[in-house]
């Protein structure tokens, strides 16, 4: 057993005759179970011409494996009421479950089955399938704007043949042009027991565990173990210069990146210190020369990334529309001198340690957090709770240290510098910079790689067993039950009301307050009201400038978010417990003593509005600003995203968020949610200073009136030239959060599109494989409530896409059967057990409570619905919310290639636009 001097994450370690690690932690706070393996195997074990190798297996390894039928993994842990998901980085492949604790057998059974009983399920046919979805994984993120900016870094940063010098994501015409032999070579190089770690974090008893690992795990072989590849770090010998156009963005972008150091090397504690000081707040030199002072761009980002080979030091900022770099670049140099005439002072370092701290504790709050550090640290760093005793190291860096890095890695050093423009602007790239052309894929050119439709799965042959696997096991004897911890309330004297729940494992608390209605109580000429006073509370207060203010924060370990959003202005904290005391004394003062700033005021706005000329390029946000508009009528306050538009926003006063803070910001109006150590009576006392600070005053209840817009088309085209994906998106309106048909509707959705699980899911992806992800969900709130279903699919198969999702959505209701809603039922009530394990999903349900006027034991109120809910009340729910004809369709795409296509399909009346159209 283990832990460490910070927090106690006692541990066991030990090691199959195989290799594997296994490393166990028991957490009995939630009835739950978390498993992670990590791999060691990222994209830095392949090689050039050979690319995508590990990241393909994190797709692969979903799929089957020989005593599990396709999509069967998807399926049962659907069933199970658990989550699960993996990913695949430059260094490392990670697969992770969240299930109850019942279930824990059946996932050693499932991912014992992947690691050793795998690979001859590789077929011609399965792997020409996954090509197609990673095909789109690979174009949904290059599809947007500066997509492709970090892949060039990488490219452009390190030598050729270096194992960063390719994408995790790999090249597509490697993964075409692979054998299955040479997938298969892969796989039994690194995918092996001795090269993996096990760990499980939840609610077991380990004595019964340990056998269990034995069985499942313990015969599968072991291989030859890979020697990891040598530490090779970057030595630039001169600086380099190259620039892009990027048709998709409409601002330049600079990209500055330095040789680091790879994880865990001495100087990376002090090199995390040295870019904090440098960017991280509002009194560092390129915050201040960048944003404040020069005015170029709206924020500046400065972070160092460590990899197992070799590190980077990446310097973001991202200008305002029209800034030339070579301006960015000269106030770069400008900051960096103020930098050395800096004096750094203790309580700086103190600051980042305590913060350091915060985050670390934030990852561990979860069963799924504990168990992907467990197995991530003890494969990379030698021990499961390396993260926690980093702690100490970053204690242990000197202000000598952090000069000596800057000097040993930033002062004078060369660097890679990328300019990345918008279309025909090369003018604003950096002077001197080498003109490159990123390989584009001609929308003409896209084809789809297997055969769509149902999926035959080719004969292979089943490797040898000690005992019969095909025999899934059954749930064990521990089953669990839905249990909502007790929650405390109590009424300050000036009628702010407080909900509360216990949680003491680590040393954090989390709260927040609903201060007012956000953005449905702006003025329709001037949306973006709540949103500009909610960013503007956190730039200081009557007493402290915005750089005292942040320096305070950091100094408590504590992390203050104020969000305007659509329905809610909302305050929330996640802070160090012994601190509480003070933080909740500076909320006070936030609150109540704003510090009305007019050039903090005239900064934000500016960062406001090049956020809102970004979200006019982007897909998913056109699509939805769109689909709001045509549901509710661009009269409606209703149909505005939270920030606005550029009209809105440009017509908005200082005055007018002094006017929003008088009419809506009373503590009769106010609610608070927290989960922590304290209880009612000592909350109380804690919360008697803003108590006093915040007397009541006049506030009148916000109403709307009932929105009655019939929408004039039924289907909108954007022109988005090139794209390589559509963004489809379907909608209609929907019930309130509160409205008795709420979690029917939920209910009736999971099979639809809740999750990977689900018929939109299986339709476009796994049968057809259009589109990395197709999901459908409800936006219930109190009034902006819809219905909507999405997918980014490959543009060639637009009109294809469009058909299917008809197809699945007008069935439905025909088609919806008893054993579709029981296994929602079974899955449902499962995830329920889990729905509390973390302190912020307690603290989401006392949100929830406070938003809607949800009863307190809504979710066991939900728990009693979903046992009796009936088939006919399925139908008659599916019937009145999700009809098809009802539907607005929105489609973003390229409009040379796909409009007609889509017209074609005689959707109804349909408008089309450009993007200098869109507001």
Same mark, same amino acid.
């Given at each position: ?95 992770? %479950? ?31 399938? %996954? ?167 709206? %924020? ?32 770069? %140099? ?127 042959? $089943? ?23 007790? +929650? ?38 001037? #949306?973006? #009201? ?23 924060? !950091? ?9 305007? !959003? ?85 017509? +908005? ?23 922590? !150590? ?214 973003? !795409? ?10 074609? $399909? ?11 159209? +869109?507001?």
């Amino acid at each position: 057993m283990n832990s460490t001097p910070d927090t106690p994450l006692h541990y066991e370690k030990y090691t199959l005759d195989n290799g594997l690690d296994v490393v166990l932690h028991r957490d009995t706070s939630a009835p739950v179970v978390s498993v992670a393996i990590q791999y060691h195997v990222g994209s830095n074990r392949e090689r050039a011409g050979k690319t995508g190798f590990a990241h393909f297996f994190e797709h692969m390894l979903f799929q089957r494996s020989e005593h599990l039928p396709r999509n069967a993994f998807f399926q049962k842990i659907e069933e199970l009421g658990g989550t699960f998901n993996g990913g695949t980085s430059n260094d490392g492949t990670i697969y992770y %479950e969240t299930v109850p604790r019942d279930a824990l057998e059946k996932i050693l059974w499932m991912e014992s089955d992947r690691m050793g009983y795998f690979i001859h399920t590789v077929t011609e046919g399965g792997l020409r399938r %996954e090509i197609d979805v990673v095909s789109n994984e690979k174009r949904q993120m290059e599809n947007v704007p500066y997509g492709l900016a970090f892949d060039l870094m990488f490219k452009h940063l390190f030598p050729q043949g270096h194992p960063y010098s390719w994408t995790v994501i790999g090249e597509i015409e490697d993964l075409r042009s692979a054998t299955v032999e040479e997938v298969q070579a892969f796989y039994d190089r690194y995918y092996t027991p001795n090269n993996a770690t096990l760990a499980l974090a939840g609610d077991f008893d380990p004595e019964q565990i340990r056998p269990l690992i034995e069985h499942y795990f313990g015969e599968i072989p072991s291989r030859p173990r890979p020697t990891p590849p040598p530490i090779q770090p970057i030595r630039l010998q001169a600086p380099r210069r190259i620039s892009y156009e990027d048709g998709f963005c409409d601002a330049p972008m600079l990209l500055r990146a330095y040789p680091g150091v790879e994880m865990y090397h001495p100087d990376g504690y002090a090199l995390d210190f040295l870019t904090n000081l440098l960017a991280a707040d509002k009194k560092s030199p390129l915050y201040k020369v960048v944003v404040e002072e020069r005015g170029l761009a709206p %924020e500046v980002d400065f972070f160092h990334y460590q990899l197992e080979l070799a590190g980077v030091l990446v310097l973001e900022i991202k200008p305002y529309p029209g800034v030339h770099l070579d301006e960015v670049e000269a106030a770069i %140099e400008e900051a960096f001198t103020r930098f050395e005439q800096m004096e750094l002072q203790p309580e700086d370092l103190e600051r980042y340690v305590a913060m350091e701290q915060m985050r670390t504790y934030s990852r561990l709050t979860t069963t799924n957090g504990k168990a992907q550090a467990l197995a991530r640290d003890n494969v990379f760093g030698g021990l499961p709770d390396c993260s926690l005793r980093e702690i100490e190291s970053y204690r242990q860096v000197t202000r000598e240290e952090i000069r000596r890095v800057y000097t040993q890695y930033l002062q004078h050093k060369p660097y890679l510098c990328e300019s990345i423009f918008p279309q025909g602007a090369a003018e604003l790239a950096v002077s001197d910079s080498e003109l490159i052309f990123p390989p584009r894929e001609p929308i003409t050119e896209q084809t789809m790689n297997a055969t769509a439709g149902e999926i035959i799965d080719d004969p292979y042959e $089943l490797t040898p067993t000690r005992w019969d696997r095909t025999r899934e096991p059954a749930l064990m004897a521990n089953t669990p039950q839905l249990k909502v911890p007790p +929650i405390w309330s109590l009424t300050l004297a000036n009628g702010m009301q407080v909900q509360g729940i216990a949680y003491e494992e680590l040393p954090l608390s989390y709260f927040s307050i609903e201060l007012a209605d956000g953005m449905v109580a702006d003025p329709i000429h001037k #949306v973006g #009201v709540a949103n500009l006073l909610a960013q503007l509370l956190m730039e200081g207060t009557a007493r402290r400038t915005p750089e005292a203010l942040e320096e305070e924060l !950091g100094r408590l370990g504590a992390q203050i978010n104020l969000n305007g !959003g659509r329905e809610s202005l909302s305050l929330s904290c996640t802070v160090l417990t012994r601190n509480l005391k003070e933080v909740m004394a500076l909320v006070g003062e936030m609150i109540t003593e704003p510090r009305w700033d007019a050039q903090r005021f005239a900064v934000l706005k500016e960062r406001t509005l090049d956020d809102l000329r970004q979200r006019r390029i982007d897909p998913r946000s056109i699509a939805s600003d769109l689909l709001n508009r045509a549901l509710f009528g661009s009269d409606s306050i209703l149909s505005f995203p939270a920030a606005g538009t550029l009209s809105t926003v440009n017509a +908005i006063t200082l005055e007018d968020l002094q006017g929003y803070y008088q009419a809506h910001l009373a503590p009769q109006r106010a609610r608070m949610s927290f989960v922590g !150590g304290e209880d009612a009576a000592s909350m109380r006392d804690l919360l008697t200073p803003l108590c006093t600070a915040w007397a009541q005053r006049e506030y009148t209840p916000l109403t709307l009136p009932a929105n009655t817009h019939t929408p004039s088309h039924r289907c909108y085209f954007v022109d988005y030239p090139e794209a390589r994906q559509s963004y489809l998106l379907f909608g209609s309106k929907a019930m309130a959060a509160s409205d008795p048909s709420a979690y029917p509707a939920l209910i009736v959705n999971d099979h639809l599109g809740d999750s990977s699980g689900s018929l939109l899911f299986e339709e476009l992806r796994l049968k057809h494989g259009y589109t990395y992800g197709a999901y459908s969900g409800f936006g219930q709130n109190n009034w902006i409530n819809t219905f909507q279903a999405w997918a980014s699919v490959q543009a060639t198969v637009t009109r294809e896409s469009l058909q299917l999702f008809r197809e699945i959505l007008t069935c439905y209701p025909a088609q919806y059967h008893a054993s579709a809603l029981e296994t929602s039922r079974e899955g449902m009530r499962r995830t329920m057990y889990g729905s509390l394990e973390s302190p912020l999903s307690r603290l989401n349900m006392l949100r929830a409570i406070a938003l809607y006027g949800l009863p307190a034991d809504y979710l066991q109120q939900r728990a009693a619905q979903l046992d009796t809910f009936t088939l006919a009340q399925a139908k008659e729910t599916i019937q009145r919310h999700l009809d098809f004809e009802q539907m607005i369709l929105v489609v973003v !795409g390229d409009g040379r290639t796909q409009r007609k296509e889509v017209a074609s $399909l005689d959707w109804g009346s349909m408008q089309c636009l450009s993007l200098d159209a +869109i507001e």
